[in-house]
């Protein structure tokens, strides 16, 4: 195993302050994983709603769940999605001792898909989200891999590139086949891979949903509810626009990504390191990896693009505290300052701006402008 060791002390803390916890991210980023490590070092107990002896066993689920918590300092609920009637006696039983630590749930979707569990358990329940590997969990000598193959650990661990990918193909087919569906995603498999690979066609750019919408033949309404639930289920990225308070025409749809690069590379049929570097939508690549990576390691409060009509944009803006940060993503071996990036500055009024990029040294081109190696927000090796 891998350790998580920063993210085993984030959940085993939020258990200390917080009654009930969730866990929630994707399929396959290690939530199950994590969740019996935990429960091992607590003493508790682990039942999982996909499995039909679990579901059996709860068919009276505040008595046997009562009678549970009685004997186990935690109980770990795993795929709470597949029972979201359980959040109501979740909330009796929270409700009724004053412990901290009591549940920890894990689930593969945003509490806005679980829309029962956020009105029941408001306020009782800290969230925390989870995806896979970070580059600061795998090192800098490994930012290459992490970037081809993506985050998932199967995919990350896997013996070669070749398998990593035929992973990652399975993956896909089962979002396709099971996960879409479950969600109430229901299109024919060889139309949801289409929608897919036109997503990855629109990875780093401004969607325009009738433009997919035409190209589907769904409604404009559906193409956008089918992006909310693959955003809810963790799989896309939707970054909203930023609108200074200035005259100029600013962009005002959101930008798509797909969140792990290792299923973009799928998609787009990269299957290894040559044929990433040589291919042409290179930087779209390094900019949605190297997006998710800062985003994990700066956790701010908010997270737009900005865009104008006249030309001027910023890849990222990170708002924490009083602080405005923008940042650049840029593969290249010297970035240089552009005049997009000084109108920038001014027009937002940024504390700094970051250019991210691949190379090794880090240095200030110029005042307030910073070149960034991604590798230094892992610890060195
Ligand atoms: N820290 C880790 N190190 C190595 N393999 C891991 C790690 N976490 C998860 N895995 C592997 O990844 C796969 C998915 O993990 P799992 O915990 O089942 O994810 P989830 O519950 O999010 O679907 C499993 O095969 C698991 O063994
Ligand atoms: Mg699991």
Known sequence: MFARSELLRAISSALENERSVALLGARQVGKTSIAREIARQRGGIYLDLESPDTLLGLSNPLRALGALAEQHALIVLDEVQRLPELFAVLRVLIDRSPRNGQFLLLGSAS???????????AGRMHLIE?????LAETGADTLHRLWLRGDY????????????????????????????????????ATTLFRLWRMLAHYHGQVFNSSELARAIGLSDTSVRRYLDVLTDMYLVRQLQPWFA????????????????SGLWHWLMDIPHLTSLLTNPKLGASWEGFALEQVLRHAQPHEAYFWATH?????????????????????????????KSMRIAIDDLRLDALYIVYPGEQRFALEAGIELVPLSTIAPPN
């Open 153 to 188: 650990p199967r995919s990350f661990l896997a013996g070669s590139d070749a398998s990593s990918f035929t992973w990652r193909g399975n993956y896909m087919a089962n979002v396709v086949n099971r996960d879409m569906p479950q969600f109430g995603l229901g299109l024919p």
């Open 245 to 260: 308070n200035l005259g100029k025409r600013q962009v005002k749809a959101p930008k798509l990504y797909l969140r792990d």
């Open 130 to 134: 989870m995806a896979g590997f970070s």
């Open 111 to 121: 509490p806005a898909l679980l829309r029962q569990s956020s009105e029941s358990l």
């Open 310 to 338: 006249g030309g001027a944009e910023l890849d990222l803006l990170m708002l924490r505290a009083n602080q405005r940060v923008g940042v650049e993503f840029k593969f290249a071996d010297a970035p240089k300052v552009t």
